[in-house]
C-alpha cells in the first residue's frame, strides 16, 4: 500500500465549476501537507501549504486538512482553463523527504 | 526573483554511462533537494543537502550521488547508468535551515533518457 493514495483521473469539468481533489494517507506522522500544481513538461509549482489540521483559503483555492481521518482536500472555485494541469499532493514528517501523491489530471473545458 | 534552474534541460545517455545534473536554487536558499519523476512511479525524493551536507537520502542505491558547492548549487551524479534512470530529474529549494516543514521550490527539471 502506498502511504499517500490519489485519485489520477482525469476529471473534466466545464469552466467555471468548482473542483475538489483529495488526498489519503497512512502515515501519522506527516505534519506538512502540501498542493502542487504540474504543467506539461515544467516542475511542479506551490499551490498552498498547511500545518495540522483545519482549512486554509488563498483566492480561489482552499486547503483543507483533516488528521484524525488522513485526508487532505483541495477545492479549486471558478475553475478556468488555465486550471488545467497535473495536481500533486505532498506530506512531509518534517524530516524534509516530501512524499507526493501519484497526481490527479484537472481538464477545464472552456 | 530568479527561480531555481537547472541543466541541462535534456540529456541522452547510454547504459553504463555517467550523468551529470546541475542546479541552482533561489538566491538566499540554501537548501537543495532533488526528486526523480519517472513514467508509473510519481515523484520520489533522492536527496536533500544543506550547507554543503547531505541531510537525508530516499531509498535509491549508492550510484545516485551528489553535492553542495560553497555558492549552494549542487549536482547530482548517476552512475552507471540504466534504462530505468530515465526520468525527470527534479531539484528544489528552500529558504531556512533547520526548520521543519519549510517549503520547497521546484525548478523546471532535466529530462534524462537512458538508451
Known amino acids: 500500500q502506498k502511504e499517500v493514495e490519489q485519485d489520477p483521473g482525469p476529471l473534466s469539468v466545464p469552466e467555471g465549476a468548482i473542483v475538489s481533489l483529495n488526498c489519503t494517507y497512512s502515515n501519522s506522522a506527516f505534519q506538512y501537507f502540501m498542493w502542487y500544481r504540474q504543467y506539461s513538461r515544467k516542475g511542479p509549482e506551490l499551490l498552498m501549504y498547511t500545518y495540522s489540521s483545519g482549512n486554509k483559503e488563498d483566492g480561489r483555492f482552499t486547503a483543507q486538512v483533516d488528521k484524525s481521518s488522513k485526508y487532505i482536500s483541495l477545492f479549486i472555485r471558478d475553475s478556468q482553463p488555465s486550471d488545467s494541469a497535473t495536481y500533486l499532493c505532498?506530506?512531509?514528517?518534517?524530516?524534509?523527504?516530501?512524499?507526493f501523491g501519484s497526481g490527479t489530471r484537472l481538464q477545464v473545458q472552456p | 526573483e530568479a527561480g531555481v534552474t537547472q541543466s541541462p534541460t535534456h540529456l541522452i545517455k547510454t547504459r553504463g554511462q555517467q550523468a551529470t545534473l546541475r542546479c541552482s536554487p533561489i538566491s538566499g536558499h540554501t537548501s537543495v533537494y532533488w526528486y526523480q519523476q519517472a513514467l508509473g512511479l510519481g515523484l520520489q525524493f533522492l536527496l536533500w543537502y544543506d550547507e554543503g551536507e547531505e541531510r537525508n537520502r530516499g531509498n535509491f542505491p549508492p550510484r545516485f550521488s551528489g553535492r553542495q558547492f560553497p555558492n549552494y548549487s549542487s549536482e547530482l551524479n548517476v552512475n552507471a547508468l540504466e534504462l530505468e534512470d530515465s526520468a525527470l530529474y527534479l531539484c528544489?529549494?528552500?529558504?531556512?535551515?533547520?526548520?521543519?516543514?519549510?517549503?520547497?521550490?521546484f525548478g523546471p527539471g532535466t529530462r534524462l533518457l537512458v538508451l
Open positions: 528544489a529549494s528552500s529558504l531556512v535551515p533547520g526548520a521543519q516543514g519549510e517549503t520547497q521550490y
Open positions: 505532498a506530506m512531509d514528517t518534517g524530516r524534509r523527504a516530501l512524499t
